[in-house]
């Protein structure tokens, strides 16, 4: 009886894959002038996510790159499962980061690319938003968990020795974005749950600010691959097209589709199964995305004015954004009471066309009912002008823009514990103080 109603379950889901295809706009016809641009977090992101878009884009002329960040070397998991072994020797998960840079070589020549179209950063598995807000300015640099190294160890990768801080990052992908001049850029999504996924699409805002008069106005394309329960059902369901997670549907994104034909989708198929390290320990999960579609989208960014206000409203909760008396205003409203076990967590990257980024605060304001403490990447600080105000169901914070250094835009996300917050405020979003 089970497994007849599974089978029923997967019949309506069929079904209603063929009837939602098409419910989404589509995304900008790729033409034969464009410079396609893929940054992935890791090997494989850019089969996930991006392989229907690599191949339309081959077949009709167009330049293509692909840009890893990291080279995966910290998935233990699939090491365990892929190399039937236990060990945490440090050289032995550089070996996976060398493993899966020849499987993306491998999963790109058979989408139609070259390795010449291939740039390795590598980077730290896990670590670059740690690196990202933290690790600036400094002597010393991040040191990855597993590794035990504090720069980039791959001889073939772009910046080999280059130290794990934000600067190695940011200025790789500057000089990669000037050299190439792409018009199209596809990143990782803001609101992904996986850390090396919202720090590239952050690393990427921040580079295109700097950028802005040689590189005008890149049109991005963010992919999301990680969302809990998503995208389901899981394993290789072809037939089914592949929809916006729920939680995503009053946030604001403006979600586009790009359709694959049979011939792009069996070799999206093929692609993702090149990572043997990942599809031995996750097949069901990888395979998912090998759907009739892909899914493109990001937030609206959000203009504030002086006494502008900014509201983000859902079932879940309210979020207000207040510009006045020279600081933003944060209010959370919440319609259950707001209890002593209710904390928050909030960044608050400012960036300024007068000031290097490096040299930017990188705000983390962490509250407990009615208390917080802000940091500055790794230490503890206590600015003044910062309030807290707490009753039943709102919570307001004050933060003065000169705290930030009178940011010309903010990134800024929030997550809360104890309460439930809107998905328009769980990823970052990008705050314009006009």
């Not at 720069?151 to 992908?173: F, H, M, Q, R, T």
């Not at 409203?313 to 309210?318: N, W, Y």
């Not at 940091?375 to 709102?394: A, E, T």
């Amino acid at each position: 009886m089970c497994k007849k109603l599974f089978f029923i379950l997967l019949f309506f889901n069929s079904v209603l894959g063929y009837c939602l295809a098409g419910s989404l706009a589509p995304i900008e016809p790729i033409k034969k002038d464009d410079r396609i641009l893929i940054l992935a977090p890791h090997p494989d992101d850019e089969a996930i996510g991006c392989a229907g878009i690599i191949q339309q884009a081959l077949s009709v002329g167009a330049q293509v790159k692909v840009v890893y960040l990291t080279n995966g070397d910290h998935n233990q998991v699939a090491f365990i499962v892929y190399e039937k072994r236990l060990t945490l020797k440090k050289g032995e998960f550089i070996h996976m980061g060398k493993v899966r840079r020849k499987e993306a070589i491998k999963a790109m020549k058979l989408l139609g690319l070259n390795e010449d179209n291939l740039i390795f950063l590598g980077y730290p598995d896990f670590g670059t938003f740690t690196i990202f807000s933290r690790y600036w300015q400094t002597k010393k640099p991040f040191r990855s968990l597993l590794t035990r190294i504090s720069s980039v160890p791959y001889k073939e990768n772009l910046s080999y020795g280059a130290p794990y801080v934000g600067e190695s990052i940011l200025n790789d992908l500057k000089k990669v974005l000037l050299e190439y001049k792409p018009n199209k850029i596809f990143v990782s999504h803001p609101a992904d749950v996986n850390v090396d996924h919202k720090s590239l699409y952050l690393f990427l805002q921040v580079a295109l600010r700097d950028l802005n008069k040689e590189i005008p106005n890149p049109k991005t394309y963010p992919y999301l691959i990680h969302c809990v329960g998503w995208p389901i059902p899981r394993h290789y369901h072809p037939e089914l097209s592949l929809e916006p997670p729920e939680k995503f549907s009053k946030s604001q994104i403006n979600w586009l589709e790009f359709s694959l034909t049979p011939e792009q989708l069996n070799k999206k198929y093929r692609a993702i199964l090149c990572y043997k390290s990942q599809t031995e320990s996750s097949a069901f999960y990888l395979l998912a995305f090998a759907r009739r579609n892909e899914l493109f989208g990001d937030y609206p960014e959000i203009g504030l004015k002086k006494h502008g206000l900014e509201n983000l409203s859902e079932d879940k909760g309210r979020v207000s954004y207040v510009l006045t008396d020279n600081s933003i205003l944060i209010r959370i409203e919440q319609s259950k009471k707001l209890n002593r076990r209710f904390s928050l967590m909030l960044y608050l990257f400012g960036y300024s066309y007068k000031t290097p980024f490096a040299s930017m605060l990188k705000i983390c304001i962490i509250t407990r009912h009615n208390k917080f403490k802000v940091f500055d990447r790794r230490l503890m600080i206590k600015p003044s002008g910062i309030s807290l105000q707490l009753d039943s169901h709102v919570l307001i914070l004050k933060v003065p823009l000169q705290i930030l250094e009178n940011p010309d835009f903010i990134l800024t996300s929030m997550k809360a514990y104890g309460r439930v917050l809107p998905a328009s405020v769980i990823g970052f979003r990008k705050i314009d103080i006009k």
